[in-house]
């Protein structure tokens, strides 16, 4: 029975990581894809702060952010490495689930 809920708690966790680095992945490309280079490079500053959270008070002034945008509740699973920028990589569905370089042709 305890090895039964010990693989459960593996599986749910698994689940977890994986929701969470297909999200990432998934509002990277669909929100942060519609911007240019500068842009790209505000929302990777952005995305990475709010990640980390909280938002300074700089970078709320610096984006007209007038809501107090708190940390996360808890620390990413599957945070995605800080080499690079936030474009720079693809989650991937292998083992525990890790972010391997994304190449892509910037516009």
Avoid: C
Avoid at 68 to 76: G, N
Avoid at 78 to 95: C, L, M, Q, T, Y
């Amino acid at each position: 029975m305890f090895a039964l809920h010990k693989l459960a708690v593996f599986a749910l966790h698994k689940l977890a990581v994986f929701a969470q680095g297909i999200f990432l992945f998934s509002y990277i490309w669909s929100v942060g894809s519609t911007t240019d280079g500068d842009g790209r490079a505000k929302f990777d500053h952005l995305m990475r702060e709010i990640m980390d959270g909280p938002l300074s008070e700089e970078t709320k002034a610096s984006y007209h952010i007038i809501n107090h945008v708190p940390p996360p509740s808890k620390s990413f699973s599957a945070p995605i490495p800080r080499n690079g920028d936030v474009f720079s990589w693809k989650f991937v569905n292998e083992g525990m689930g890790r972010y391997v370089v994304f190449l892509y042709l910037a516009a």
